[in-house]
């Protein structure tokens, strides 16, 4: 008699765990975007020496392809010569927009 009276409770948390788990990891899931988005923020922004992606050779973050293996670690804006991070839409040195023709460097 106690179980069939706890079982509107049971079925309750049944049903609701799951919705309860789907907000946790829609939660984490947003703060890890949240993290990488930072990272790769602070990475743009990083003026230190980086590894080059290919090869892992250290380079200067001014350097726009790799010493070691040649790989292209920068683009250079079309409009006004400066370097640039492949992936970005416009040059921020003068508002040039690029076109990208390519899906080279996205995050997805
Ligand atoms: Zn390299
Ligand atoms: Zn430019």
Redesign the pocket.
């Known amino acids: 008699m106690i179980g069939l009276g706890l079982l509107p409770l049971v079925v309750y948390l049944l049903v609701r765990d799951p919705l309860t788990l789907d907000d946790h990891m829609t939660d984490k899931l947003n703060n890890d975007v949240l993290k990488l988005e930072r990272s790769y923020y602070a990475f743009l922004m990083d003026e230190q020496d980086r590894k080059c992606p290919i090869c892992g050779h250290e380079v200067k973050s001014r350097y726009r392809f790799c010493p070691a293996c040649g790989n292209e670690l920068r683009t250079v804006?079309?409009?006004?010569?400066?370097l640039?991070e492949p992936n970005w839409k416009s040059?921020?040195?003068?508002?040039?927009k690029i076109d990208q023709v390519e899906g080279k460097g996205e995050l997805v």
């Open positions: 804006c079309p409009a006004c010569g400066e640039m040059c921020p040195h003068c508002g040039h």
